[in-house]
Structures are given as structure tokens and as C-alpha cells.
């Protein structure tokens, strides 16, 4: 089993910074990254991809987050910028394996004050 683990959230006020870290515990080299969220009573969402390909953002974080990869670290990084109350979630890290399935690191809280 591989396992994900978070890390970075913490509690900002509005238009502050955060970077949130995701560390595998196996090789990341060939797989797709992510970070979703999931705030309370809502579904969870994509926040953003990365592969060899480029990258993919959420049309409600594009220009403010950036996603990164270190695979020599096994880690995935999201800079967010220009933080917001709406941006208040816990952020999951996912490695996408896609028949095989995927997995899920156990979040991190990010809130966000006004």
C-alpha cells in the first residue's frame, strides 16, 4: 500500500499564502498527481493535476495556485496564493494509478479568515 501524507494547512487570513506538501511513500515518477477538497456539506472537487503532460487547475484557483512536483522527493507541492474564506477545505493529495484505482492521503485543514 502506498501512503500519502499531507502537510502545510493551518489557518491564514485572507489574501495570505500558504504551500501545502504531499510525501509518497513510494515512487510518484509515472503517475498522475493531484489535490482535491472538500469543505463541509459540499462534494469534493478538483483543485488541480500534474503529469508529464502539464498541468490542470479549477477555474476558481487558476492564477492564484500552482501545482509542482519534486519526484526525486516523492512530493507534490500546491502554492496558494490570494487565499480566500471560500478556499476553506481540507485538501487531500491523490495519486491516480487509473485502472488500478487511487489513492488518498488523509488531508490537511486549510482555513481561511476575513
Known amino acids: 500500500q502506498v501512503h500519502l501524507v499531507e502537510s502545510g494547512g493551518g489557518l491564514v487570513q485572507a489574501g495570505g499564502s500558504l504551500r501545502l506538501s504531499c510525501v509518497s511513500s513510494?515512487?510518484?515518477?509515472?503517475?498522475?498527481m493531484g489535490w482535491y477538497r472538500q469543505a463541509p456539506g459540499k462534494q469534493r472537487e478538483l483543485v488541480a493535476t500534474?503529469?508529464?503532460?502539464?498541468?490542470n487547475y479549477a477555474d476558481s484557483v487558476k492564477g492564484r495556485f500552482t501545482i509542482s512536483r519534486d519526484n526525486g522527493k516523492n512530493t507534490v507541492y500546491l502554492q496558494m496564493n490570494s487565499l480566500n474564506p471560500e478556499d476553506t477545505a481540507v485538501y487531500y493529495c491523490?495519486?491516480?494509478?487509473?485502472?488500478?484505482?487511487?489513492?488518498w492521503g488523509k488531508g490537511t485543514l486549510v482555513t481561511v479568515s476575513s
Open positions: 491523490n495519486l491516480d494509478q487509473g485502472i488500478l484505482g487511487n489513492f
Open positions: 500534474i503529469r508529464s503532460a502539464g498541468t
Open positions: 513510494r515512487s510518484i515518477t509515472v503517475y498522475t
